[in-house]
């Protein structure tokens, strides 16, 4: 039986691709019932919508909190009966509420090593900081910024005196075999999130 998943994305969505993708297979533990963009302009919105999934724009209104928009969000998860929800590139800051009530069952990737290199621009962070190895990392979210439980890691060896586009490139291909990895072990349940900590079957 595939889980109802729910991708959210903010921009060009190649994860999301990648992980739509990975569900098409017939033995592949989750379906895409829902890509939700908070940017009615990102491209994966239009991807998503030419491959005939459920694509929807949900803009925050004038004024609007953190805590209503993320209601509406829970509105349109609920109605799918979303049972994961994978963040791929979403810009938003998610409210307390959001997170506590998706412990375990929310996951995001991160274009490096955690713990080194949170928040934006993570690629660069690390060229800057000149280390030789970077990587992407798959993560449960919690209230904190790319600090949830670690699901798994891709390592990647940076070349001498190599350029950011070449590393992100590099980088994003490693992600895009990561994600679909983690979303499995997840769906199927081999990996759950217990009183914070992973256990694996
Ligand atoms: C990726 O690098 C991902 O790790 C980060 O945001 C970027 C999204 O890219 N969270 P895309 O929209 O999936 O192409």
Not at 45 to 64: F, N
């Amino acid at each position: 039986m595939k889980r109802p998943i729910a991708i959210l994305i903010s921009g060009r969505g190649s994860n999301m691709q990648s992980l739509v993708r990975a569900c098409q297979a017939a033995d592949f533990p989750a379906r895409v019932a829902l890509v939700l963009s908070n940017n009615p302009d990102a491209a994966g919105l239009s991807w998503a919508r030419d491959q005939g999934l459920e694509a929807v724009a949900l803009e925050r209104l004038t004024g609007e909190t953190r805590a209503d928009y993320d209601a509406r969000l829970e509105q349109e998860l609920q109605q799918r009966s979303i049972e994961l929800v994978c963040l791929a590139g979403y810009m938003r800051l998610l409210s307390p509420d959001f997170t506590r009530r998706w412990d375990g069952k929310l996951l995001n990737i991160h274009p490096s090593l955690l713990p080194s290199f949170p928040g934006l621009d993570a690629q660069a962070q690390a060229l800057r900081a000149g280390v030789r190895v970077t990587g992407c990392t798959v993560h449960f979210v919690d209230q904190g910024l790319d600090t949830g439980p670690i699901i798994d890691q891709g390592a990647l060896h940076i070349e001498a005196g190599e350029s950011l586009e070449s590393m992100s490139a590099r980088l994003l291909e490693l992600e895009h075999q990561l994600y679909p990895k983690c979303l499995k072990q997840v769906a199927a349940q081999q990996v759950q999130l217990i009183d914070g900590k992973l256990i694996w079957r």
